[in-house]
Structures are given as structure tokens and as C-alpha cells.
């Protein structure tokens, strides 16, 4: 079935250093939509960014991801991590199938960003 | 726009009791979504809507849960004899599904269900 893997549960980092939280997708249908959402202490998730095609890169708040169908990936990346960064972070998937638009959520990271 | 809304914030059960959770979708949104959030199992796909039908049950446990959306503005998610196992954060979310899959969620802040 269609699922999503973050090979990190927890990520620690330094403010000012670069962020990469890794993301893999399964799905047998060609044209799935991306996702990363983002949620701080005590609220609930929001969208961070989004994306289907292929080999773009696509960047909000200072984030960006590239989606790569060759590797079903969809890395989340950010050049310089600020405090405010720390957060939940999940990456999800909607298979964009002709039947259910669930969305397939992975199981999620946790960024601190240490001063 | 209020957002999402979802009541109560909190409930506190006993085992084999029954609870339920409500939630206003955003006006105009004509998808509903319910997810249960956990620490050890993130977010789990429960149940969705579309313009009122049900249309995927399939992360439902079958036996106990039910969820309902009777009118465009409000839907709920019952939990029968709930187990401390079910203890956990319920969020609803809605969409506008316009267009095929790529439709942004908008959750609510979740209702927090503690089963003692």
C-alpha cells in the first residue's frame, strides 16, 4: 500500500546550521502530491509547502523541496536553521488516485535547534 | 474565518464509557477529515467526508468508532465503550477539494480524549 518513511524520529542541531529531514514515499500511482506539514508546541499541523511535479523546487519560509520521482523522495531543506525552527515535522502523501484522497502522513520528525 | 473547530478540548472518560467529539469545518470546505495523533503512532488516518458522504472508513477500528456529518457545518466522531488504548488526540481537518489531491488540510486545535 501507499505509506511514507522518515528515517528520523528526533533531530538536534545547532542554530545556523543547515536542515535536512529526509522523506520517502511508496505509491503505485504516477503523479502523487507531496507534502510537508509543520507543527509547533501546543498547535496543531499546518501546511509548510506542497508539490507534484517532478525535479521542481518548490520554497516557502525560507524551506525548500524538490520533488524526485526517479527516487520518491521529497527532503525538506533549509540553509540556515533558526530557533523557531523547532517543531514537528511531518511529510505526507495523497496518492492523487481516482478514489480516496487520504492523506498518508509519515511518522514525523522532531527538530530542536539548540542556540 | 473561525478555522476549524473542534469541542470539547478536552474529555476525560472512563473505561466503557462513551465519548464524542465534534467538529465545525471551515464554511465552503466540502471535505472533512478525522485523524487520531498519538506520540508513538503520529498522525493515523480515521475517517473522511466529501460533501457529506462518507467516502474512506478505512482507518477506522470497526467495532467502536462511528463518525457522522449530518449537515455541511458539523460532523462527529463517537467512541463507544472507549479503552484506555483510545486515549489519544482527535483532530479534524477540512479541505475544499477542488481539485484532485493536492488540496491543503486545515486542522483544528484537537480534542484531547483521555480514557482512565
Known amino acids: 500500500g501507499d505509506s511514507v518513511t522518515q528515517t528520523e524520529g528526533l533531530v538536534t542541531l545547532t542554530e545556523g546550521l543547515p536542515v535536512m529531514l529526509n522523506c520517502t514515499y511508496q505509491?503505485?500511482?504516477?503523479?502523487?502530491?507531496l507534502f510537508w506539514y509543520v507543527q509547533h508546541l501546543n498547535e496543531s499541523p499546518r501546511l509548510l509547502l506542497k508539490?507534484?511535479?517532478?525535479?521542481k523546487r518548490t520554497e516557502h519560509q525560507g524551506f525548500h523541496a524538490t520533488l524526485h520521482k526517479s527516487s520518491s523522495s521529497f527532503h525538506l531543506q533549509k540553509s540556515s536553521a533558526q530557533l523557531s525552527d523547532s517543531a514537528l515535522y511531518y511529510c505526507?502523501?495523497?496518492?492523487?488516485?481516482?478514489?480516496?484522497?487520504?492523506?498518508?502522513f509519515g511518522s514525523g520528525t522532531q527538530l530542536t535547534v539548540m542556540p | 474565518n473561525a478555522g476549524v473547530i473542534q469541542t470539547p478540548r478536552h474529555k476525560v472518560t472512563g473505561k466503557g464509557q462513551e465519548a464524542t467529539l465534534w467538529c465545525e469545518p471551515i464554511?465552503?470546505?466540502?471535505?472533512v477529515f478525522w485523524y487520531r495523533q498519538t506520540i508513538v503512532q503520529g498522525l493515523e488516518f480515521l475517517t473522511y467526508?466529501?460533501?457529506?458522504?462518507?467516502?474512506?472508513d478505512s482507518g477506522m477500528p470497526k467495532e467502536r468508532f462511528s463518525a457522522q456529518m449530518p449537515n455541511q457545518s458539523h460532523s462527529t466522531l463517537k467512541i463507544q465503550s472507549t479503552q484506555p488504548q483510545d486515549s489519544a488526540v482527535y483532530l479534524c481537518?477540512?479541505?475544499?477539494?477542488?481539485?484532485?489531491?493536492?488540496?491543503?488540510?486545515?486542522f483544528g486545535s484537537g480534542t484531547r480524549l483521555t480514557v482512565l
Open positions: 481537518a477540512s479541505s475544499r477539494l477542488g481539485g484532485r489531491g493536492a488540496e491543503t488540510l486545515y
Open positions: 505509491t503505485i500511482y504516477s503523479n502523487p502530491f
Open positions: 508539490s507534484f511535479t517532478d525535479n
Open positions: 505526507a502523501l495523497s496518492p492523487a488516485s481516482s478514489g480516496s484522497w487520504q492523506l498518508i
Open positions: 464554511s465552503g470546505h466540502s471535505a
Open positions: 467526508f466529501r460533501n457529506q458522504a462518507p467516502i474512506d
